[in-house]
């Protein structure tokens, strides 16, 4: 979204091909169309899956983030299968070894300020200002959380994905580790 954004004051015309479940709750210039998933290419353009077709002169092919972990263990108790980080508390705290976090693991979100409040949500609990919640009661937190997305479509390649539900994951972090959260303002801003 970020590069239609800056493309757009430069291109004529600029298509966003997503596969979101829902449009994006974003603003973009009146040159920018947003088009589901593309079904295949041609010699000049595309067929999208909803049986539309465009020509273009450029083609930027933007696959997201692969996330992997090369350097960790087996045994450190957190798998990766595609895009599915877990189980982790929060989306960034490892059930399995909680003085292990991974900052920046949501996606569709206001990355700096997310890193920040994952970073003292993920300290508070590892410098014992508040108590580590028990091994049982995080993995329930995190089956509930993950079963819910599940059962609202969501694939395991979105697990970590946020978009319209990030205000509610910044306010869960804050308030479960008792710091202060995000302003409203600065997702007003981000969309």
């Known amino acids: 979204m970020d590069l239609a954004h800056d493309i757009s004051s430069l291109a004529k015309r600029v298509t966003l091909s997503h596969h979101l479940p829902e449009l994006p709750n974003t603003e973009f210039k009146s040159n920018v169309d947003l088009k589901p998933d593309v079904h295949k290419l041609t010699e000049h353009g595309v ?9 273009y002169s450029v083609i930027f092919y933007c696959t997201g983030y692969k996330y992997t972990f090369p350097f960790l263990s087996a045994d450190c108790g957190v798998t990766c299968d595609n895009n599915y980080v877990r189980p ?17 693991l949501p996606f569709y979100v206001c990355a700096m300020q997310m890193f920040d409040l994952q970073t003292r949500f993920c300290l508070t609990f590892m410098t014992g200002r508040k108590a580590m919640p028990s091994r049982e009661s995080m993995m329930n937190d995190f089956e509930r959380q993950m079963n819910e997305r599940f059962a609202r479509n969501f694939k395991e390649h979105q697990a970590h994905m946020m978009g319209t ?27």
Do not use: M, W
């Open 88 to 104: 982790l508390y929060k989306h960034c705290l490892s059930i399995n070894r909680p003085s292990l976090g991974f900052i920046g």
């Open 47 to 55: 067929v999208f899956t909803d049986g539309t077709t465009q020509t």
């Open 165 to 191: 539900e990030q205000n509610k994951y910044y306010d869960d972090l804050a308030t479960t580790a008792e710091i202060e959260g995000l302003k409203p303002v600065i997702t007003k801003l981000h969309n």
